[in-house]
């Protein structure tokens, strides 16, 4: 397991895109509108992570809701694995509460699942698995 990227949640995706460039030099390597989880996703590469801003497509969409109630900042640390599903079965085994029981589609083609804040100590945590090669 390996942190993917750091997301945040940000209000205004232009203006963060342009504060990342101007002050810390990062220029976006992807960007994608992931309907399903009403985002748009701009990822910029930071050694061998990356950070992930996150800007919501609409007014009631979960990344709106928590901008709302939080402020912008850290929404989710993310952690690629090797099988998304064995994962998700070792940490149902362990009691972990998980938001996916099972593994859906993402941006950039990975799978994704995320467990619940609530039984890890106030942190969501996004799981990612890659697309396997042909």
Do not use: C
């Amino acid at each position: 397991m390996k942190l993917e990227h750091v997301g945040l949640a940000v209000a205004d995706l232009e203006a963060a895109i342009a504060h990342y460039k101007d002050v810390w030099d990062l220029d976006v390597s992807h960007r994608e509108v992931v309907p399903d989880q009403g985002v748009e996703e701009v990822m910029l590469p930071l050694g061998d992570s990356h950070l992930q801003l996150l800007g919501a497509t609409g007014p009631d969409t979960i990344v709106a809701r928590f901008i709302r109630r939080r402020g912008e900042g850290l929404h989710h640390l993310a952690y690629e694995v090797d099988d998304l599903v064995a994962t998700l079965a070792i940490l149902r085994e362990r009691g972990v509460t998980l938001i996916d029981d099972s593994p859906r589609a993402g941006g950039r083609g990975h799978l994704v699942a995320f467990v619940h804040p609530k039984g890890n100590h106030g942190l969501l945590v996004e799981l990612i698995q890659r697309p396997r090669k042909a």
